[in-house]
């Protein structure tokens, strides 16, 4: 990014006037700008002489190089600054980088490659994700998030007639990152023979899965790690050294195995005590990393967390009506009495790696941007407004009358930014008092909430189209404005990202 030049300021010292002995009166003849009697002499150098002219080339230049180095030298500062800066920004968990003018397009892909991106899986800045082709087979992509080109591709299953026929391309494949000490990232991907097809929300089965294949690779290569059969399903997450999965039964339960992740031995089981709704099993069947332990998700309505041995703890119970992962990888799941009855009747539970569950009235607004300003604060919105938790006692700190959409939220420099009926609002994390509030134009909608780590930035949508608003974090100020293609606004390695219906296009500085 191109940088001003900074003005140098030139401060002239405050001439002290003293008094000098009396001297005579210049002759009435001599020239204007002759000395005085008594006063030293001090010309310009006569013409042709060549000492003169070398004193008087030297003062240039010695400014000269002064005034170069100062110039220099404030450069490098603001540079150090920059950098400074970029690192601290680069820091806050969830941020995008850094937007000081409103982006443009910078690529866009369509077809199969949108399709990685859009699965959200990045590892060493690439977007990976499983893709079936028009044959049916299926192949594991690596897209490169700077340029959208692609790295690599490596096919894993090969064509499948009654695959090829359906319209259910990622219900039976999905990716997790490994987690590795150190090295390379690797990223492991499952998928079944299973065929399916998604019609009004609901999954309809043509065949049922029986077998179910896992491949471990470098991210930045795609080299095999590891290639092997493995339990058939699509839910997984990875522990280190050990793979889980988990599947819809045909007794009504969701079966759980834990695996070897090189070997395939089997390391325990858990099969859930609920029977869960057969139409809805497939759809909600879900598996969140947090920390050493996984967050089971399933149509039973009741999210069961597992430790790393297989031990389960069911930490609510109730319907689920929404759950989520937040910026520091903490699990948001959201129950109520009824699904539908909205928030009055809703419960969060937030499952924190290494902490106790915290239980919070109403739906939680879990940070999708954390610059750690706020470590002891959460926050959950009900109809009533808005609620501050002390994340250590579970007491409630504060009440806002601020009613939050349930879009996430942000925390930066002290406050918890949320998304309102109306436009934006930012709330001070001490007291929950209002410090600013951004509306939207008439019959605009803000539908997302991100940031660079300085700025709101506000996806809003209205009948001319979708914009991206960038507010000043200290006063809600608007900072620029910037059309956005239609689509969902995702941060992907510090990059935003927005993936629509079979496009996905990169907005940049």
Do not use: K
Not at 172 to 183: D, E, F, H, Q
Not at 248 to 263: C, I, K, M, S
Not at 409 to 422: F, H, N
């Amino acid at each position: 990014m191109a940088r001003a030049v900074p003005m140098v300021r030139v401060e002239v010292e405050e001439t002290v006037v003293r008094p000098t002995p009396a001297r005579a009166a210049p002759r009435a003849d001599a020239p204007v700008g002759d000395p005085a009697p008594g006063d030293p002499v001090a010309r310009d150098p006569a013409p042709g002489d060549p000492a003169g002219r070398r004193r008087h080339v030297g003062r240039w230049l010695v400014g000269a190089v002064a005034l170069a180095l100062g110039l220099v030298g404030a450069q490098a500062t603001l540079d150090a600054r920059d950098r400074a800066l970029d690192a601290r920004l680069a820091r806050v968990a969830g941020a995008a980088e850094r937007l000081d003018a409103a982006p443009v397009p910078a690529w866009r892909t369509d077809g199969v490659a949108a399709t990685a991106i859009g699965q959200r899986l990045v590892a060493g800045g690439l977007a990976v994700g499983v893709l079936t082709m028009a044959d049916g087979s299926r192949d594991v992509a690596a897209y490169d998030l700077a340029d959208g080109r692609r790295r690599w591709l490596v096919r894993i299953d090969g064509p499948d007639a009654l695959r090829a026929r359906t319209d259910a391309p990622r219900a039976t494949a999905s990716c997790a990152l490994v987690p590795v000490a150190a090295g390379a990232p690797q990223v492991a991907c499952v998928t079944t023979d299973q065929v399916a097809t998604r019609w009004d929300g609901m999954l309809y089965v043509t065949r049922q899965a029986r077998h179910g294949h896992l491949v471990v690779l470098d991210a930045a290569t795609g080299r095999r790690v590891v290639d092997r059969e493995t339990a058939p399903t699509p839910a997984l997450a990875v522990l280190p050294g050990l793979v889980v999965l988990a599947q819809a039964g045909g007794d009504g339960r969701t079966h759980v195995v834990a695996e070897d992740l090189t070997t395939g031995a089997v390391r325990w089981r858990f099969v859930s005590p609920d029977r869960a709704d057969v139409a809805m099993a497939e759809p909600l069947l879900r598996l969140f990393r947090v920390g050493d332990e996984v967050v089971l998700v399933d149509g039973s309505g009741t999210p069961t967390v597992l430790t790393a041995d297989g031990a389960a703890r069911r930490p609510t119970t109730g319907p689920l009506l929404g759950w989520s992962q937040d910026a520091t990888g903490r699990v948001w799941l959201v129950t109520g009495a009824a699904v539908g009855s909205g928030d009055a009747s809703a419960r969060t539970v937030v499952v924190r790696p290494g902490l106790p569950d915290l239980a919070l009235p109403g739906r939680g607004a879990a940070p999708t941007v954390d610059d750690a300003s706020l470590p002891g604060l959460v926050v959950s919105s009900d109809r009533a407004g808005t609620l501050g938790t002390d994340a250590t006692t579970g007491a409630a700190r504060w009440r806002s009358p601020v009613q939050a959409e349930p879009i996430g939220s942000l925390v930066l420099g002290g406050r918890v930014v949320l998304g309102t009926a109306d436009g934006v609002a930012a709330l001070d994390g001490r007291d929950g008092s209002t410090a600013w509030v951004a509306r939207t134009d008439d019959g605009a909608v803000v539908s997302a909430l991100a940031s660079d780590g300085r700025r709101v930035l506000a996806v809003e949508q209205g009948d001319a189209g979708t914009a991206l608003v960038a507010l000043r974090a200290s006063d809600g100020g608007v900072e620029w404005r910037a059309a956005l293609p239609p689509g969902d606004l995702r941060v992907l390695d510090r990059r935003l990202v927005v993936v629509g219906a079979g496009s996905a296009t990169r907005v940049a500085p």
